[in-house]
């Protein structure tokens, strides 16, 4: 099983809608969590940590459920703009700062 | 005011050749990482550095060999260069915390193509 999995995508959304993604991670020690969002040909940019009792930053809610090992993360109200590959960040050792990274969801947000 | 910047931004060499890549960062951060992320988009990491001390090395070729003279700078340099090597490669940094995690930022690349 890999360390990080995530669906590709696409995922193709009209404006307004609302869409959720998946992250599922096999080390149960990991204790950091984030989401990630990288636009073509630039550098992935800090979307949101996740923390254990869920939170939220405007239209993004980031969800963590151990029991289950995975993290999702919810875009209400679709903007074009939310166009860009979304990555899912778990540390590798349940310490420090050796992270792993999904190899991301792509979305795109039609007009 | 850039964060964590990298050069050169882009990089076209012939095989054979060495070359390196720096980064530099100026959040007071005290550990830094160089990414590879190739064709298929997938991030991985190759080294990281805590206040001058390697901590991360991952199984990549000891052609590559990074370079950390402070805190602030981390360089890599990459010795007979092939074409397998071709990719974007990330500079980042984070401020690290005993037993958690903070987020990373990120250079903005450098896109390094061998020919």
């Known amino acids: 099983r890999k360390e990080v999995e995530q669906d590709p995508g696409p995922f193709n959304v009209p404006e307004g809608a609302t869409v959720a993604f998946n992250c599922t991670y096999s080390?149960?020690?990991?204790?950091?969590f984030f989401w990630y969002r990288q636009d073509c040909r630039k550098e992935p940019k800090l979307l949101m940590s996740?923390?254990?009792s869920g939170n939220e930053d405007g239209r993004f809610t980031a969800q963590l459920n151990r029991a289950s090992q995975y993290i999702s993360l919810l875009i209400r109200d679709s903007k074009l703009s939310d166009s860009a590959t979304y990555l899912c960040?778990?540390?590798?050792?349940?310490?420090?700062?050796?992270?792993?990274f999904g190899p991301g969801t792509r979305l795109s947000v039609l007009p | 005011d850039t964060a964590v910047s990298q050069t050169p931004k882009y990089l076209v060499t012939q095989m054979g050749n060495d070359k390196s890549i720096k980064c530099e960062q100026n959040?007071?951060?005290?550990?830094m990482y160089w990414y590879k992320q190739d064709s298929k988009k997938f991030l991985k990491i190759m080294f990281s550095?805590?206040?001058?001390?390697?901590?991360i090395n991952e199984t990549v070729p000891n052609r590559f060999s990074p370079k950390s003279p402070d805190k602030a700078h981390l360089n890599l340099h990459i010795n007979s260069l092939e074409l397998g090597d071709s990719a974007v490669y990330f500079c980042?940094?984070?401020?690290?915390?005993?037993?958690?995690?903070?987020?990373?930022?990120f250079g903005s690349g450098t896109r390094l193509t061998v020919v």
């Open positions: 980042a940094s984070s401020l690290s915390f005993r037993g958690q995690g903070s987020g990373y930022t």
């Open positions: 080390n149960s020690a990991s204790q950091s």
């Open positions: 996740v923390y254990s």
């Open positions: 960040v778990v540390n590798k050792r349940g310490y420090g700062q050796n992270f792993v």
């Open positions: 959040l007071g951060h005290d550990t």
């Open positions: 550095y805590n206040n001058k001390e390697l901590i």
